[in-house]
């Protein structure tokens, strides 16, 4: 009995020997690049009787090339392993090796975008405009960013497994249109371009507009121009009134007032047309004082004098004559027939002119 263990553990260098494959004789140098010990190595040696603490010696030469598992476990103590043999294969076991890295899509866009992958919804893009798909799936895919008032940006994107894609979705403002309802062949203008004319109806549409805030003017003959601040809206038709009011009348000029000594002759039966002098008719004194958009005539007296003072403004006089000395106002529908000093008719009518100007337009 003695006799067989002994032999038996004499044959445990050769049993190495063979389950390394090695043919190198004891003392030589060893073999570099061997191969890691399987498992079914380690379990041959443990069965023929290797010690473990020997076997131990050897799998930290050459490592092990198989994990540890429960079930490894098992059989390498059904084998004959010890606890410690056991745990020094497990500090020798390969690491498993990690998982590839999953890949990726980083969108840059527009803050609060929203991203579809194959018309997938995939999220909103942060305040910053940022977007992360997570593991995608290599292959092709279609990529779409959306927006509120842009332009829809799609791009295929070609995922390669562990690898990391960036987008750069610039969105485009969708364009709107501007309708401006106006007098018929008026001008309209957009931040002072032409743009076009109204229609017949009165109408312009101005396509491809950009959304934000444009100055629209519109403008016809004898018309005030219309001025507006629009803040056109993306993707809608932005409809506006342009209402023309007629022009205002010419204001008065500014100047200081003008003071005429005149005389004045009444209604004589005569007619008040004609030259008083040439008809040697009562006249009585007065000033007139002509200020910028009114007249005031005051009587200081005279033989037969008759009062007619008056207080008129421009618009209140309907008529104004001159000729051979002589002025003729029509104030509030009444006659008034006025004799100037000889020579001075052509200053007290410019006078006139200069104060109202819209007496221009009715001598």
């Not at 008040?272 to 006249?283: C, E, H, K, R």
């Not at 037969?304 to 309907?318: E, I, R």
Request: charged residues 20%; proline residues 7%.
């Amino acid at each position: 009995m003695r006799y067989r263990q002994s032999l038996g553990k004499l044959c445990v260098l050769p049993l190495a020997l063979v389950l390394s494959g090695s043919t190198t004789p004891l003392g030589s140098a060893a073999p570099q690049q061997q191969k890691p010990w399987t498992k079914d190595q380690i379990i041959r040696m443990l069965k023929g009787d290797m010690p473990p603490k020997r076997i131990g010696e050897l799998a930290r030469e050459r490592g092990i090339d198989f994990p540890v598992t429960p079930d490894t476990e098992n059989e390498l103590r059904q084998a004959g392993a010890t606890a410690e043999l056991l745990t020094l294969l497990q500090q020798l076991a390969p690491k498993p090796a990690a998982p590839p890295k999953p890949a990726q899509i980083v969108v840059e866009t527009q803050p609060d975008a929203q991203v579809y992958l194959d018309d997938v919804y995939k999220g909103q893009a942060s305040p910053q405009g940022r977007l992360v798909i997570e593991n995608p799936g290599a292959g092709q895919h279609v990529l779409r960013v959306s927006m509120t008032g842009k332009q829809d940006y799609q791009q295929p994107v070609t995922i390669v497994a562990g690898q990391e894609a960036e987008v750069r979705a610039v969105l485009a403002n969708l364009a709107a249109s501007i309708r401006v309802r106006t007098s018929p062949q008026a001008e309209v203008r957009l931040d002072e371009v032409i743009r076009g004319f109204a229609d017949q109806d009165g109408q312009l549409v101005m396509s491809g507009v950009d959304p934000g805030t444009h100055i629209l003017r519109v403008s016809a003959e004898g018309k005030r121009d219309f001025r507006k601040a629009l803040e056109v809206v993306a993707g809608q038709e932005n409809t506006v009134d342009a209402t023309l009011s007629a022009e205002e009348e010419p204001s008065p000029a500014a100047g200081p007032t003008q003071v005429f000594t005149l005389r004045h002759y009444g209604d004589t039966g005569v007619g008040w047309w004609v030259n008083p002098f040439t008809y040697n008719l009562p006249t009585h004194e007065g000033t007139m004082s002509i200020s910028p958009g009114k007249l005031e005539w005051t009587e200081s007296g005279g033989k037969n004098k008759t009062k007619d003072d008056f207080v008129a403004p421009c618009d209140s006089v309907t008529k104004l004559t001159t000729g051979n000395d002589t002025l003729t106002l029509v104030v509030h529908g009444k006659a008034y027939g006025f004799a100037t000093s000889r020579g001075q008719g052509s200053a007290v009518f410019q006078a006139f002119r200069n104060a109202c100007p819209r007496l221009g337009q009715v001598i």
